[in-house]
């Protein structure tokens, strides 16, 4: 199938207007990250998150109300990918020591609900966890399944046939079960996920997640460099960069701005723009493949004419390849939930600026290095 087969626009003809564009949107961006910043998920500035399931559709308004009460930190809820399902943040990592013992009250009435009257001593306590020790190992291992079963996280210390350990965690999801249990009667729930992540954990996630993407541009730079000419490389590494600029400046100034599209940036987003490095590079690169082609078969031919029929000969590809993948990131972005919303964005407007790029960037910067340096390019 090919459309536009005898296409004839004269694209570089127009690029002054789109470098005023590209730095319209580049400034605009700009401007919003250094006023508003980002938003970062919890991968990247530590916290903890949990994801809730309701047996029954839940008003968010009420619950968000019932968990604000608590003050365990900063908190924010939204619903997670349906009405029964809830996604609870937080920029604490364990419960305030305040609360600790009543959380531990509640798991050994768990325990003199299941074994009444059964021996039991704390051999260990942290922030986090506690450690009890009982009589036998049978006891322990009935206390793991029916602790377990409660909501509680627990497990035994030792796989030993003598063990006579059991480990309970003791985190932020143990008070909001507590707490949200007495106020929705009637709407059971379970706790599907728990994360914790320190902020020095974060910190370095967010330095390797800048490391990796620079790295890849790079290895791209050093490729194309030896595939086509240097020019050629610098073109594509700057259409890239002008791809994830752009990008992430509108991370920065649709927050808040949108319904439904207040992203944050996590180690998610981190692999969609890795994806989107992979798919706009594709894209140059197939022009740049029809430019050399077409250099040595019109040798006497203007290079400006010669990369505009280029752009011309694979813009059937480009549309038809890339409207599919469009197509399908618009049926993510609608129906894939919270869980895959930033990843589809990312990816809807990275086929767009990829597109863009490849023409008005990169095809744009070897014409302008050709005009200003008066040299002839061979292949």
Sequence with gaps: MRIFEHLNV??????????????????????NVVLRGFVFGIDFKGGTEIVMQFEKPVDIANVRNYVQKLNIGNVELKTFGSETGVLFRTDAQTIPARVYPLVLRNIEQEIDKTLPGVQKQIVDKNASSVTYELPNPDTTNILVDKISAAGFQASKVSEEPTNKRILVSVGISDWLKINLKEKMTGNDFKILKEERVGPKIGKELKQDAVLAVLLSLVVILIYLAFRFKFIFALGAVVALFHDVLITLGLYSALYGVIPGLNLEIDLTVVGAFLTLIGYSINDTVIVFDRVRENLKIHKTMKLIDVIDMSINKTMSRTILTGGTTFMSCIVLLVFGGEVLRAFSFTLLFGIITGTYSSIFIASALVLEYANRTKKAIQF
């Design 10 to 31: 004269k694209w570089l003809e127009k690029r002054k207007i789109f470098y005023g564009v590209s730095t319209a949107f580049f400034l605009i961006g700009l401007i």
